[in-house]
């Protein structure tokens, strides 16, 4: 599943790249790396693309994210199931843009030869939505909660096709750069917030490391270790973290 691999690439580039500079303590190379090697995967594990392959019109941007928070009680253990469906509709927009680039660059990262209308694909869509601004106009909490997963996983897509050395490079730079904004947007929002560091500092970090990657982006590239480095250090002895003990039965999904 296109959507499954993406959000696990996700979470694999955060642990490979915060957890060899937090051990190592080694300066990063002048340009940051991705921590994907798209063209060694390729040839571990791509066949031959031999279907038709039909890009669709793009997913109209979300400009946008008003979320509905569907907790209803302090510590955020139970679910009203009404708000949360609302949510889910409020969202659906976005989570069917995530699942289409998703699947073609994942599409792209298991062909071989490197399958070019995939990735071409993919940077159509991101195109479509940078060039509409989505995901910089209104937030409120929630929402932009939903647009820090959401970044995360489309910078993941982005890495995956980046390096297609056949795309249109200055789309390839005004996307790059686009995600680089949002994600700094999203940054900013949850630090302004106040928002308790629990499990979304560890998502600010992925975006912090990710977009630094993309945009070769140094001092953000810092930002995302010092953040990794209080996530990881939150983490007990038991594997449980502290600030989601509070939570009670929903705890389980942070051990």
């Excluded at 609302?86 to 069917?96: A, D, G, R, T």
Aim: proline share 5%; hydrophobic share 45%.
């Amino acid at each position: 599943n296109g959507m499954l691999a993406m959000w696990g690439f996700s979470i694999i580039s955060w642990l490979v790249v915060s957890l060899f500079y937090i051990i190592h303590g080694e300066a990063p190379p002048s340009k940051l790396l991705s921590p994907f090697n798209v063209a060694q995967r390729q040839q571990q594990i791509g066949k031959p693309w031999l279907e038709a392959y039909d890009c669709p019109t793009p997913i109209k941007p979300s400009v946008n994210i008003i979320a509905q928070s569907y907790y209803i009680d302090e510590a955020k253990t139970v679910i009203d199931q009404s708000l949360f469906q609302k949510n889910l509709n409020l969202m659906q927009p976005i989570q069917s843009f995530l699942r289409f680039v998703g699947n073609s660059s994942v599409d792209y990262l298991s062909s071989n030869p490197p399958f070019l209308p995939a990735a071409e694909c993919t940077l159509q869509w991101l195109n479509h939505w940078a060039k509409g601004k989505a995901m910089l106009g209104r937030v409120n909490k929630q929402g932009d909660d939903h647009r820090g997963w959401c970044i995360a996983a489309m910078m993941t897509s982005f890495l995956l096709i980046r390096d297609e050395p056949r795309l249109n490079q200055t789309t390839v730079k005004f996307v790059g750069e686009w995600l680089h904004t949002v994600a700094r947007t999203n940054i900013a929002y949850f630090i302004k917030s106040g928002h308790v560091w629990n499990n979304h500092l560890t998502w600010t970090s992925l975006i912090a490391l990710e977009a630094s990657v993309v945009a070769n982006d140094r001092m953000l590239f810092a930002d995302g270790l010092r953040y990794a480095r209080y996530t990881i250090s939150t983490i007990q002895a038991n594997g449980s973290v502290a600030y989601e003990i509070r939570r009670h039965v929903r705890a389980a999904h942070f051990f």
